[in-house]
């Protein structure tokens, strides 16, 4: 079993709608979880970043945590042409090194 | 310059070449990592430097050599490559103590091995 887990897509949407993009985790010590996004011929760049569980909002993105499933959802809101990209979950799991375990990368593309 | 660097940005090289790949970080980051990225498969951690020190090597072929001479900058040579190591190659850096709150990735240098 992969340590995190991501659905790759593709997923399509009309300009306006409400995305979600999931990723499920194995460890029950994970405690600390990333969403990147990464235009196509570029780097990934950190979107949001959780502790536990919870929600964390940032303008049209909320990020979700639930360590009781160990499930960790991305929301984007009155979704752009331009969130158009790969979202990659990750995390830094149990290693005191710095370590990222990531996802596979879901790709979307938000049609206008 | 600010952010993370990568150069070159594209390389094409022979299984018999030696080449190297370059990343410098203008942030005052203290940590700095190699990540490979594959199609369709997730990004794979290669090396780990901490204030300099190797601290994590994830089972990389010993045709990929890192090389960390300061806090800034970090190579990654390469010879004897297979055409399966054609990928993404990324570089990010963090600071050691945060390095939870997630890294800064480069724009990557594509390679593909013919």
Known sequence: QKEVEQDPGPLSVPEGAIVSLNCTYSNSAFQYFMWYRQYSRKGPELLMYTYSSGNKEDGRFTAQVDKSSKYISLFIRDSQPSDSATYLCASHGSSNTGKLIFGQGTTLQVKP | ?114
């Open chain 2, 1 to 114: 310059e600010t952010g993370v660097t990568q150069t070159p940005r594209h390389l094409v090289m022979g299984m018999t070449n030696k080449k190297s790949l370059k990343c410098e970080q203008h942030l005052g980051h203290n940590a700095m990592y190699w990540y490979k990225q594959s199609a369709k498969k997730p990004l794979e951690l290669m090396f780990v430097y901490s204030l300099e020190e190797r601290v994590e090597n994830n089972s990389v072929p010993s045709r990929f050599s890192p090389e960390c001479p300061n806090s800034s900058h970090l190579f990654l040579h390469l010879h004897t490559l297979q055409p399966e190591d054609s990928a993404l190659y990324l570089c990010a850096s963090s600071q050691v103590a945060t390095y939870r709150a997630g890294y800064t990735f480069g724009s990557g240098t594509r390679l593909t091995v013919v």
